[in-house]
């Protein structure tokens, strides 16, 4: 199985600061990576596909980046709204998936 | 405009079963890959498995394989995960999940979710 790793677990960061997740595959994935926002009480919500593809209506500020095990998920400007648990999620080895573990990001 | 919409809350004893629909909308419901994903309190999103219902084959995670059943009825557009032998750790919210533009990669709508709480 592949196994998604996943870091820091927490976050605590500025409204204004550029926040960076990082999350790395056990084995090469391509780039069939994708991260989830989830606010407390919500389903999840897709905010990046393939690695690196913004979903439509989906705010610039997100961005996310990498191949084959190693991946960055970044936030430009951290915005009030944005206080949520990210997650990545691979798909290599469909039809099987797995999630990082998750990362909480707090407001400092 | 797709819409899941999951059959409600549930309070089971260890050792029953339950069973979760989730109903579709919006959409073609054969095509879609539906999956089902559990996140118990305070902890991360799990995937369990999923179907694709014009194949009518479900495919599981090693960890509930044996245990868990996903099925689909394409009449009422409505998928099923039924979970046998419940015990305390299957407490947890059971997600449904598929995306829209046909495909598996990745999933762009989900259910509302449904509380399964297992409690003697």
């Known amino acids: 199985d592949i196994q998604m790793t996943q870091s820091p677990s927490s976050l605590s960061a500025s409204v204004g600061d550029r926040v960076t997740i990082t999350c790395q595959a056990s084995?090469?994935?391509?780039?069939?990576l994708n991260w989830y926002q989830q606010k407390p009480g919500k389903a999840p919500k897709l905010l990046i596909y393939d690695a690196s593809n913004l979903e439509t209506g989906v705010p610039s500020r997100f961005s996310g980046s990498g191949s084959g095990t190693d991946f960055t998920f970044t936030i430009s400007s951290l915005q009030p709204e944005d206080i949520a648990t990210y997650y990545c999620q691979q798909y290599d080895n469909l039809p099987l998936y797995t999630f990082g573990q998750g990362t909480k990001l707090e407001i400092k | 405009q797709v819409q899941l919409v999951q059959s409600g809350a549930e309070v089971k004893k260890p050792g029953s079963s339950v069973k979760v629909s989730c109903k579709a909308s919006g959409g073609t419901f054969s095509s879609y890959a539906i999956s089902w994903v559990r996140q118990a309190p305070g902890q991360g999103l799990e995937w369990m498995g999923g179907?694709?219902?014009?194949?009518?084959?479900?495919n599981y995670a090693q960890k509930f394989q044996g245990r868990v059943t996903i099925t689909a009825d394409e009449s009422t557009s409505t998928a099923y995960m039924e979970l046998s032998s419940l015990r305390s750790e299957d407490t947890a919210v059971y997600y449904c999940?598929?995306?829209?533009?046909?495909?598996?990669?990745?999933?762009?709508?989900w259910g509302q979710g449904t509380l399964v709480t297992v409690s003697s």
């Open positions: 179907i694709i219902p014009i194949f009518g084959t479900a």
């Open positions: 999940a598929i995306f829209s533009g046909g495909g598996d990669t990745r999933f762009d709508y």
């Open positions: 084995q090469d994935i391509s780039n069939y």
